[in-house]
C-alpha cells in the first residue's frame, strides 16, 4: 500500500529504525516483531482512507512506536507498558527531530491503544492505532500470534475433554483456545471506528470458523455444538 502523503515516506524508514532497534534490544517475539509493526500500520492506513481528517503523520509514527517497550502478558508491570511506550516514543522522536506539536499527539495514541493500560482514546488518531493493533489481533495472523503467545506463557492448546467450554468456565491462562471466546470475540463491539469494526468482524469469523474446526477434530465429534 502506498503512504498518503510524502511526508510520510521520509519518517518511515526512520521509524521502522527505531522500531526495528527495540525489536532486537528486547530479543525475540514473533507475536511483537517489525512484521507486527508494518501489518499495524497497514491496517491503520485501510482505516486512514475513511478518515482523512486524520493526521497521518501521527498515526504513522503511533503505529511503529506502539510497543516500543515491550512487557510480557503476564508481567506485573504490563498496565504500564503503553505509558512506558509513549515517554521512551517522545524522547526517541524529539531527538530525531520530529515535529514538536505532534509529540502529545502521538504519546497519546501510544498510551491509549493498550487493553491493560485502560486509558480512553480521546482523538481520532489514538482510535484508530488501537483499531489497527487490535485487528492484528484477529484474523489468521491474529490466530498465529494467539497461539505462539500462548506457547510462550506455557498455556495448553485447548483443555482436554471440554475444548468449547460448554460445560466450565473459560480460562484463557490454561487453554489457548479459550482465549477467542474469553477476548478476541468482544473486540469487534469495541472497535473505535466503523470501518475497524466491520474489518473485525470478518477476522473474527475466521477464528470462530477455526474454532469449531478444531473443536471437531480434538473431540472427534464432527458437529459438536459451539
Ligand atoms: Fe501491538
New binding site residues.
Given amino acids: 500500500m502506498q503512504a498518503l502523503h510524502p511526508e510520510l515516506d521520509g519518517w518511515q524508514p526512520r521509524l521502522a529504525q527505531l522500531a526495528a532497534q527495540a525489536v532486537a534490544d528486547q530479543g525475540p517475539d514473533g507475536a ?1 516483531d517489525l512484521n ?2 508494518e501489518r ?1 500500520w497497514r491496517n491503520a492506513q485501510a482505516l486512514l482512507a475513511h478518515h482523512d481528517q486524520a493526521d497521518p503523520l501521527v498515526v504513522l509514527a503511533a503505529c511503529y512506536l ?2 516500543l517497550v515491550n512487557v510480557p502478558k503476564d508481567d506485573p508491570r504490563r498496565s504500564i507498558a503503553s505509558r512506558l511506550s509513549a515517554e521512551l516514543a517522545s524522547e526517541r522522536l524529539a531527538a530525531l527531530g520530529f515535529p514538536a506539536d505532534k509529540l502529545a499527539a502521538v504519546a497519546h495514541a501510544i498510551e491509549a ?1 493498550s487493553f491493560s493500560a485502560a486509558i480512553p482514546a480521546t482523538t481520532l488518531e489514538a482510535r484508530i492505532v488501537q483499531d489497527a ?1 487490535r485487528l ?1 489481533g484477529l484474523g489468521a495472523v491474529g490466530l498465529a500470534r494467539m497461539f505462539y503467545i500462548a506457547g510462550r506463557m506455557g498455556s495448553a492448546l485447548a483443555h482436554g475433554s471440554d475444548p468449547l467450554a460448554l460445560d466450565r468456565p473459560l480460562d484463557d491462562k490454561s487453554y489457548s483456545l479459550d482465549h477467542i471466546d474469553a477476548k478476541l470475540a468482544r473486540l469487534p463491539d469495541m472497535m473505535q471506528t466503523d470501518a475497524g469494526r466491520r474489518l473485525a468482524a470478518q477476522r473474527l469469523a475466521i477464528l470462530t470458523d477455526f474454532r469449531s474446526a478444531f473443536a471437531a477434530e480434538w473431540t472427534g465429534i464432527p458437529h459438536v455444538a459451539a
Wanted: proline share 0%; charged share 35%; hydrophobic share 20%.
Fill in positions: 511483537h507486527h509493526f499495524v506502539h510497543d491503544h493493533d492484528d
